[in-house]
C-alpha cells in the first residue's frame, strides 16, 4: 500500500467531504481525499443518456436544485463561478385529484374550499410546531419525545378527517422529502424537516424549493473543489478500516469511559489523536478524520477500536428513503405550447410531481453558456412503495407505466419520448437509496444529540446530519465547513 501523511484524512468525496478539504486547506492543514467511486460528487451526479433521435442528453440523476434559503451553497456557487438559471415556471399547473380529474390551474391549488381550508389549518399547525422546535437541537424540545413518539400520519388524521387534504400535506415531507410512508417517521421528523428550510410553507411552495439549477449540473460544484485540492483526492479508494486511537491503549474500559462522558454530557472535544484510514491501495496517516459518507453507510467501516457502543446503537436507527428520479427527455417542451409550466402534482399517485427540467447551458453534452437546450426535458419523482412496486417489474412495463401516469398530466404527447432514464441510487453501493437518511421512529429524539459529537479524533460531516438545509446539498455544504472549523479551532487551543 502507499502511504500517506497528512493533518487530516476525509473520508468520501460528496460535497461534504470536498467543503471539508477546501476548507482546512485554506487554513493551511493538508489532507487526504478518500472516495469509494470513481468519480466525485457522491449524491450529486451528471449523466448522459442515449436518445433515439441519436443525441446524448444530458440529465442530473441525483441532487440539482437550489432554492432561496440555501446561502451557503449559493455562495460556493458564486465563489466557484458557476453560472445558476431558474426552473422554467410560466403558464398553468396541472393537478390531479384523488378520483383522476385533471384541472389545469394557476394560483392556489384547485381544491375544495374545505379542504383548502383544512390544508391550511394543518400547514399553519406545522409552521408553529418548525418554529417552536426548531432545526438545530430537535431532540432538546422540551416535547421531543412526544412528539418523536407519535407517526406523521397519525398526528394528520388526529387533527383532520379530510383524506385530501391529509394526503396533500403529508406528500411535501413523506414522499417528497424523506421519501418514506409517512406511517413510519415521526412527527419530530417531519418538524425537523421544516424548520430546515425555514418553515413548513416554505416546503408546500414549488418555486421556492426548486428554484435554482447550475448551468452543467450540480456534480460540477464537487467538480470544481475537486479540481481546486488536485492530487489530494484519491478516487476508487473505499475505506475500509479506520484506527482512530493507538490500538494497545484502547481498552474496553476507556472506551466505556467516552461513552460515559457523552451519557453524562460532556462533550467530546474532537482533539488530535492518531488516525490511520486503510483502503486497498492507500495507508494515509492523519491526526483527524472527517467522516463525510451518508450514515447508513458508516457501518460499511471497521473502527480499531469500535466506536462508542452509544454510537454503535444510534447509527442503525438511521436509514435511506427510497425514491426514483425519472428524467424523460422531448423533441421539444410541447407542454409550453399548451400554456402549461410543467409542473404537476397529485398526492398519493404514482409519479406524484412533475417540473419543466430543460437544460440551459454548457454542460456534459455539449450546450452554449446561458442558451436553452432546444429539447425539452421533465422531470418526475416515483417514491417510497411505489417505487418498491415499480422496481419489481420488467424494465418495458416499468417504462410504460411510468409514461402512462405522465400523460395523465400532460397528454398523451408525455408517452413518446426521445430518451428516457430513471434513477437508481438504491443500487449504487456507495449510496443505497434516496435522497438521504432519516430516523425511525423515536431515534430522532433519542440519538439525534449523538449525530455531530466527534468521536475522539472522528468529526461526522453529511448533509443527513445537518440543520439548516438537512437532506440537501447546502446541508451537506455547511457541515463540511463546520467540521473543518471545528478542526482548525482545536489546532489553535
Ligand atoms: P454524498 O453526496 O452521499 O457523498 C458521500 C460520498 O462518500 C460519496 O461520494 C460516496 O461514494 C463516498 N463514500 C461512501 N462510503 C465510503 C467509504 N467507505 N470510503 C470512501 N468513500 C465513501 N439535494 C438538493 O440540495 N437538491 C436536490 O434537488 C436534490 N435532489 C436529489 C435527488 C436525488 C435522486 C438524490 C439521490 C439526492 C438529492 N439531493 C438533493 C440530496 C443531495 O444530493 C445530498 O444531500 C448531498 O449529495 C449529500 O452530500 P454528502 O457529501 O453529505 O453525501
Not at 27 to 36: C, R
Amino acid at each position: 500500500r502507499t502511504a500517506r501523511d497528512c493533518d487530516v484524512v476525509v473520508i468520501g468525496a460528496g460535497p461534504a467531504g470536498l467543503m471539508a478539504a477546501r476548507t482546512l486547506t485554506r487554513h493551511g492543514l493538508s489532507v487526504t481525499v478518500l472516495e469509494a467511486r470513481d468519480r466525485v460528487g457522491g449524491r450529486t451526479w451528471n449523466g448522459l443518456v442515449q436518445g433515439a433521435d441519436g443525441r446524448e442528453h444530458f440529465i442530473e440523476i441525483g441532487g440539482q436544485w437550489i432554492s432561496p434559503d440555501q446561502t451557503r451553497l449559493t455562495a460556493l456557487v458564486e465563489e466557484l463561478g458557476l453560472p445558476t438559471f431558474q426552473r422554467y415556471r410560466e403558464g398553468a399547473s396541472v393537478y390531479l385529484s384523488p378520483d383522476g380529474t385533471r384541472h389545469v390551474y394557476d394560483g392556489e391549488m384547485p381544491v375544495s374550499e374545505t379542504t383548502q381550508a383544512e390544508m391550511d389549518r394543518l400547514i399553519a399547525e406545522l409552521d408553529a410546531l418548525a418554529a417552536e422546535v426548531g432545526a438545530t437541537a430537535p431532540w432538546d424540545h422540551p416535547r421531543a419525545a412526544e412528539l418523536d413518539a407519535v407517526p406523521f400520519r397519525t398526528w394528520l388524521t388526529s387533527l383532520s378527517e379530510d383524506q385530501e387534504a391529509i394526503d396533500n400535506v403529508s406528500i411535501y415531507v413523506a414522499s417528497g422529502m424523506l421519501t418514506k410512508p409517512s406511517t413510519t417517521f415521526s412527527l419530530l421528523q417531519a418538524v425537523l424537516m421544516a424548520a430546515s428550510a425555514g418553515s413548513f410553507s416554505n416546503l408546500v411552495d414549488e418555486d421556492f424549493i426548486l428554484d435554482a439549477r447550475v448551468e452543467g449540473g450540480m456534480q460540477s460544484v464537487s467538480r470544481a473543489m475537486a479540481a481546486e485540492l488536485g492530487e489530494d483526492v484519491v478516487l476508487g479508494q473505499p475505506v475500509r478500516t479506520l484506527h482512530w486511537a493507538e490500538p494497545d491503549a484502547a481498552t474496553a474500559d476507556a472506551l466505556n469511559e467516552v461513552a460515559a462522558d457523552v451519557r453524562d454530557g460532556v462533550p467530546q472535544d474532537g482533539g488530535p489523536g492518531d488516525v490511520l484510514a486503510v483502503t486497498e491501495d492507500y495507508e494515509v496517516r492523519a491526526r483527524y478524520a472527517v467522516l463525510a459518507v451518508p450514515p447508513n453507510l458508516y457501518s460499511r467501516i471497521s473502527y480499531v477500536p469500535p466506536l462508542p457502543r452509544r454510537q454503535m446503537v444510534a447509527h442503525q436507527h438511521l436509514s435511506m428513503g427510497l425514491v426514483i428520479k425519472v428524467h424523460a427527455v422531448y423533441e421539444t417542451p410541447f407542454w409550453r405550447e399548451e400554456g402549461l409550466s410543467g409542473t404537476c402534482f397529485g398526492g398519493g399517485r404514482l409519479v406524484q410531481e412533475l417540473y419543466d427540467n430543460t437544460n440551459r447551458g454548457a454542460n456534459d453534452a455539449g450546450g452554449e453558456p446561458g442558451v436553452e437546450d432546444t429539447c425539452g426535458t421533465m422531470v418526475g419523482f416515483v417514491s417510497d412503495v411505489h417505487a418498491e412496486r415499480i422496481w419489481e417489474l420488467p424494465a418495458e412495463r416499468r417504462r410504460e407505466e411510468i409514461l402512462e401516469a405522465m400523460a395523465e398530466y400532460l397528454g398523451p404527447r408525455a408517452k413518446e419520448p426521445v430518451a428516457f432514464f430513471l434513477s437508481d441510487m438504491a443500487a449504487e453501493e456507495w449510496t443505497r437509496g434516496a435522497y438521504a437518511t432519516s430516523y425511525d421512529l423515536g431515534g430522532l429524539s433519542r440519538w439525534g444529540h449523538l449525530q455531530n459529537r466527534p468521536v475522539g479524533p472522528i468529526h461526522f460531516a453529511c448533509s443527513d446530519i445537518a440543520a439548516e438545509g438537512y437532506q440537501h446539498v447546502d446541508g451537506a455544504v455547511r457541515m463540511g465547513e463546520a467540521a473543518a472549523l471545528a478542526i482548525v479551532d482545536q489546532e489553535r487551543r
